[in-house]
């Protein structure tokens, strides 16, 4: 019982903190923008205050503007980030695929690795503890 509530927890955590933090930002905004004809938290405008949905449509922007800690390591970064945006859009279906792959599954498997090693941490109590 003591193991699946904490599994039931590890699984939530995440999603429940992203939902936490979402819903928070949105407390201060007065203005509902619109994108593609829905409504949106952010302006489509660029801000060189805060990152908007045109540093999402021009990553150079934002990393101009915004990105402070970073400088230095985007030869390392780069590669990684505009290899995952390639290999979304190239299953031509971008949205679905992040989705699925970076909501789902990568969290997914990671929860299974945190499940595994805290098996393997209670293999090694009961070991220790009938030695």
């Known amino acids: 019982m003591k193991k699946g509530f904490l599994y039931l927890l590890l699984l939530l955590f995440p999603f429940l903190g992203m939902v936490l933090v979402n819903e928070s930002m949105r407390v201060g905004l007065e203005q509902a923008h619109q994108r593609n004809g829905m409504k949106t938290i952010n302006t489509s405008n660029k801000i060189i205050s805060q990152c908007s949905w045109a540093c999402h449509d021009d990553t150079n922007y934002c990393k101009t503007k915004h990105v402070k800690w970073l ?39 990671l929860f299974f690795f945190i499940v595994q090693s805290i098996e393997m941490q209670f293999k090694i109590r009961t070991l220790n503890a009938n030695k």
């Open 71 to 109: 400088n230095n390591h985007f030869q390392y970064t780069d590669p990684l980030y505009f290899g995952i945006i390639g290999l979304l859009q190239s299953t031509r279906t971008y949205a679905l695929a992040n989705i699925l792959i970076l909501v789902l599954f990568i969290p997914a498997l």
